[in-house]
């Protein structure tokens, strides 16, 4: 490939006015130093990309970052820019990355391994640890070239680089190796929800008042999903907000948001599976077979729990239920009248 002219926007931390710090959740994100891969993985509007940012402030380790997107589902390009990230931090780091990535002999779509050795070999000659962080992984979601270039990384990644994505999809990562050698810490929905003191202190930042009473009742109605939150408050106003969401409503905001961001963005026979599943309070495969006539159910469900489609997992055991967040659930299942009536 010719040398790729990289755009220095997507190798900077974000700037985000109104930032919550959170230690709560940065120790969270912390304890994977150690490791070789931190997994930051949740539906959209968790707050994974603040979360990073938030940890990029505060960390110990020099930081590094990427933010993809489905432009660099190409290989070659993907890896330009995670040596750029590298280099955006340490002056003159990826020069024999780039040299062999645009050799006319480089093969890396069938065979990444001398990319590889050169990345990994300037990341060693790096003095000091640091981080690299990849925000939006899942848009590189399916590209075989990246999936395989990222797992042979990962098989030699040095000892002085920690990596982290940041995924609505569960990447595909060789999970059950990486965790046997207690390479890999994950980071969910369950660490990055909000809770009723976080939800108080954020809205204060946005100069909206709301009583602890308030607070709880929006934490619950939500069940922490800080998007949800931040819709509802900046259109309605705080009262409002937490009015509806103690009711589990949705709203104009919020359709608007889980059509654009989650829903539209799923494979036909998935936006379906959606739809008719939704009617459930809890879902298993014997009920959706048995009860709806879903076929594939099994395969659907780890689907939808793969691309954190907000549901939640109730045990680990096979035949375990699962139950969508309850504003998700509401969305999926409005008719036609009430949706007329919502817009």
Not at 5 to 19: D, E, I, M, Q
Not at 71 to 87: E, K, M, N, Q, S
Not at 209 to 223: L, W, Y
Not at 307 to 326: C, D, I, Q, S
Request: aromatic share 8%; hydrophobic share 45%; net charge negative.
């Amino acid at each position: 490939m010719t040398q790729l002219t990289l755009v220095r926007s997507k190798l900077l931390v974000p700037s985000r006015a109104g930032l919550l710090h959170r230690p709560r959740v940065c120790a969270s994100v912390e304890r994977g130093l150690e490791s070789k891969l931190t997994v930051v993985s949740a539906p959209a509007g968790y707050g994974k990309t603040s979360a990073l940012i938030d940890f990029a402030q505060h960390s110990p380790l020099p930081v590094c970052w990427y933010t993809a997107d489905e432009r660099d589902r190409d290989v070659g390009r993907f890896v330009a820019y995670l040596a750029g990230a590298i280099g955006e931090r340490f002056a003159g780091f990826g020069k024999r990355t780039q040299e062999v990535l645009t050799s006319p002999t480089t093969d890396l779509f069938h065979d990444p391994t001398a990319v590889v050795a050169d990345l990994v070999n300037e990341i060693l000659e790096i003095d000091e640890p640091f981080v690299v962080v990849i925000d939006g992984y899942d848009a590189l979601d399916g590209a075989l070239g990246v999936r395989t270039f990222v797992r042979r990384l990962l098989e030699v990644f040095p000892p002085n680089c920690h990596l982290m994505l940041a995924s609505r999809v569960l990447p595909e990562v060789p999970v059950t190796q990486l965790v046997a050698r207690q390479e890999l810490v994950g980071v969910t929905a369950d660490e990055l929800r909000f809770g009723a003191d976080e939800i108080r202190e954020l809205l204060r930042l946005s100069k909206i008042e709301v009583s602890a009473d308030q607070a709880e009742a929006i934490a619950a109605g939500s069940e922490g999903w800080i998007t949800g939150v931040l819709l509802l408050a900046g259109r309605q106003g705080a009262k409002a907000a937490g009015e509806v969401l103690a009711e589990q409503k949705v709203t104009a905001e919020t359709y608007g948001y889980l059509a654009g961001e989650v829903l539209n963005r799923q494979p036909p026979d998935l936006q379906e599976f959606l739809a008719t599943s939704a009617v459930l309070r809890e879902m298993s495969t014997r009920l959706c077979r048995d009860a709806l006539g879903i076929k594939r159910p099994g395969s659907l469900l780890a689907e939808v729990e793969r691309r954190n489609l907000f549901v939640t997992r109730f045990g680990k055991g096979k035949g375990a239920p699962y139950r969508y967040h309850a504003l998700f659930r509401q969305f999926l299942h409005l008719s036609e009248f009430e949706l007329l009536e919502l817009l």
